[in-house]
């Protein structure tokens, strides 16, 4: 089957977040398959620094109107990777810029003509480079391409065939803008209900993708589940039940040519399951960069890599903050985002020197010292569609603490000392003393060290390759080429 993937972040190109990851991962593992992959993303300044001398364009001018004005993109051929074929979309009145969304975790105020230009350009593009069986759009920021295809395009005798299979990453980040995105997108105003694209009198991208798409995926089952109730479903519960009959749940998975700890680029010693050594090497490299030197061994060294958001659940570890200092502990955190968070672990490192410590920015080489050099990965999230991290901390021996939501449920089993099974240590509830009575378990278990091993051995036994879920993928392909044919 030929699919064009369209995504706002693919590694290693730009990355915010784990949906780079899977973009950056799964169009590999569908080639391996026999698939023909293309990759859209647009060109952020950042892209550009990945280009080998000057672009190459496979398209010289793309026309995109909008009410007053046209906008016009260019396709810089960006090669093939792995068999992938990657092709960007230049605008640099609206890409060239130093974030993909905005500053400080924000939204820059034309995020909806921006990704606009791209859904269109990716649309227009095809026509010229080759219309896929199926488009696979990523979050909102993709999600105008089936509403696009059912609207604006329905007609188009080179487009009318194509079906599309909307993936949503985090149900949280909708792209939900002013009514008059309307007919700015010169979209006809009975696009505007209830039904289709409008939510709370706000133009909704991802309502609309949820309602067009001819097939749904969100990244583990669990939250596939979670996002049909009010809790967990952003107030899009009920028009994802009613299309639960096309919602599949989808576990992503781990692209262990980047993170594995037997040969991961980035640490000061490589390790494997057999053979543990390495591991006490990326703890001390660990502990160096973030100015903890003296920490001793048995005092284990807890990580946290992660995007500064409410999502995460760092409420939870500021209410925990000052008790946790009562243990024999030494904390590393690693992140960005909304500066609530940051200045609460700035504060937190500030008044704990040599037992907290922090670095406030994105920094891949670092992420990857955490994984290894940590004892405890913590990830306390409110709600999590997937999560990698957890994933990545069971490949290092890395033993996840997580509450039990979305794909940190799905992934994570509870250690059961009287079976030796289990992989790490969860909560239900979302609540301070929940999250601190599994620290204190974890910390428990720690201090026997034929246990923790036993611990650490069977999350590093786990294997989340991407063979199982680019498979489940395929499938839902299949059925949805088949949906378009019959329709
Ligand atoms: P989310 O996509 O919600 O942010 P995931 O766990 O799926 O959560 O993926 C997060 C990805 O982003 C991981 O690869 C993680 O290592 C990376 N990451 C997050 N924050 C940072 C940071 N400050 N520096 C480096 N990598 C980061
Ligand atoms: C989102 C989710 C995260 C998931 C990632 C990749 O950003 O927050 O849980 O792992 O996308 O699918």
């Not at 992959?37 to 647009?42: G, K, Q």
């Not at 498979?471 to 044919?485: C, F, K, N, P, Q």
């Amino acid at each position: 089957m030929r699919i064009a993937f369209a995504a706002s972040e693919c590694v290693p190109f730009a990355k915010t977040g784990g949906l780079a990851d899977v973009v950056g991962a799964l169009p590999r593992e569908l080639v391996r398959l026999g698939h023909q992959v293309a990759v859209y993303l647009p060109l952020y300044t950042r892209v550009r620094k990945h280009l080998t001398g000057e672009p190459v364009y496979a398209i010289q001018s793309l026309t995109i109107p909008f009410r007053y004005y046209n906008r016009f993109a260019a396709i810089v051929d960006g090669g093939q990777h792995d068999g992938v074929q990657f092709y960007f979309v230049e605008c640099p009145e609206l890409f060239d810029r130093p974030e993909l969304y905005g500053p400080r975790g924000g939204d820059y105020p034309d995020n909806a003509e921006r990704f606009a230009v791209f859904c269109r350009a990716v649309l227009e593009a095809s026509k010229q480079l080759g219309v896929p069986d199926v488009f696979h759009v990523h979050d909102w920021q993709a999600a105008l391409i089936p509403i696009y295809l059912k609207t604006t395009y329905a007609l188009d005798p080179a487009l009318g065939g194509a079906a599309t299979v909307l993936t949503i990453h985090n149900a949280g980040y909708q792209g939900a803008f002013p009514p008059a995105t309307t007919e700015e997108l010169l979209f006809p105003w009975d696009l505007f209900t209830m039904d289709k694209v409008e939510q709370f009198d706000r133009f909704n991208f991802l309502k609309g993708g949820i309602v067009f798409s001819d097939k749904l995926t969100t990244v583990s089952r669990k939250y596939a589940q979670e996002i049909q109730t009010a809790e967990f479903g952003e107030q899009l519960d009920g028009v994802l039940h009613n299309r639960a009959a096309d919602l599949h749940g989808i576990l992503n998975g781990v692209d262990y040519a980047h993170w594995n700890p037997a040969s991961d680029g980035y640490l000061a010693a490589h390790y494997r399951s057999e053979e543990l050594e390495g591991k006490q090497a990326c703890r001390r490299d660990l502990l160096h960069a973030f100015g903890l030197e003296g920490v001793a061994d048995a005092t284990p060294v807890i990580g946290i890599v992660s995007r500064f958001a409410t999502q995460k659940g760092f409420d939870l570890v500021a209410q925990i903050a000052a008790e946790l200092m009562q243990r024999d502990v030494v904390v590393t955190a690693l992140g960005t985002g909304e500066p609530i968070y940051e200045s609460f672990f700035r504060d937190w490192a500030q008044r704990n020197p040599g037992k907290v410590a922090v670095q406030i920015r994105y920094d891949e080489a670092l992420a990857h010292k955490i994984e290894a050099g940590a004892d405890i990965f913590l990830m306390p999230s409110k709600y999590e569609p997937c999560g990698l991290n957890q994933i990545y901390s069971l490949k290092y021996g890395t033993v996840p603490v997580v509450r039990a939501t979305g794909g940190l449920d799905d992934t994570i089993e509870e250690w059961n000392p009287g079976e030796g099974t289990g992989t790490g240590f969860k909560f239900e509830g979302y609540a301070a003393d929940a999250l601190l009575a599994a620290l204190d378990r974890a910390l428990t278990v720690f201090k026997d060290r034929f246990d923790w091993r036993r611990l650490m051995r069977n999350g590093m036994a786990r294997d989340y390759s991407w063979a199982g879920p680019a498979s489940e993928y395929a499938a839902v392909y299949r059925a949805a080429t088949r949906g378009r044919r019959a329709s």
